[in-house]
């Protein structure tokens, strides 16, 4: 269970440095569309290289794909967002409110998911600490952003 943390810590650098490093590569390229798209297939690279490494290739054939549900489809679609978002927004807003927001949002918009079990998560209710948890986060980046 550590390792998970571990990692989730390590997701959490890489999705501070990550708007940096595309938003540099979106002004090299004077493109940031273009940008968006060599890091996404970098993406897409990265994960057939982990899938050859750790075994796991194929794709499921027709009964399963029949059986996803239609919102599953939707996460290449909010990538791209986040992408674009990366490379327009971060060097003008700067790193830490950037990161502040993006963890902000996902924080709050997590607990309502959580509560109502949407997108295949459990029900775990919004308790009154969840949410001032939530509060808490949108002052501590209100105060980042203004300072």
Known sequence: MVFLYGFALLA?????????????????????????????????ATLAVIMLVMGRYGWPGMERLAQVPWWAWLGGVLSAILAVAQLYVSKKIG???????????????????????????????????????????????????RF
Do not use: C, Y
């Open 95 to 145: 790193a830490a409110s950037f990161l502040g927001l993006i963890v902000t949002a996902g924080v709050v918009t997590s607990v309502l998911l959580d509560h109502f079990g949407l997108v295949g998560f459990k029900v775990h209710e919004a308790s009154v600490w969840r949410l001032l948890g939530g509060v808490l986060m949108i002052g501590g980046v209100g105060l980042v952003a």
């Open 12 to 44: 959490g650098l890489a999705s501070a440095i990550e708007p940096g490093q595309n938003a540099g590569l979106a002004k090299a390229f004077a493109q940031p569309l273009l940008a968006g798209v060599v890091s996404l297939v970098i993406s897409i």
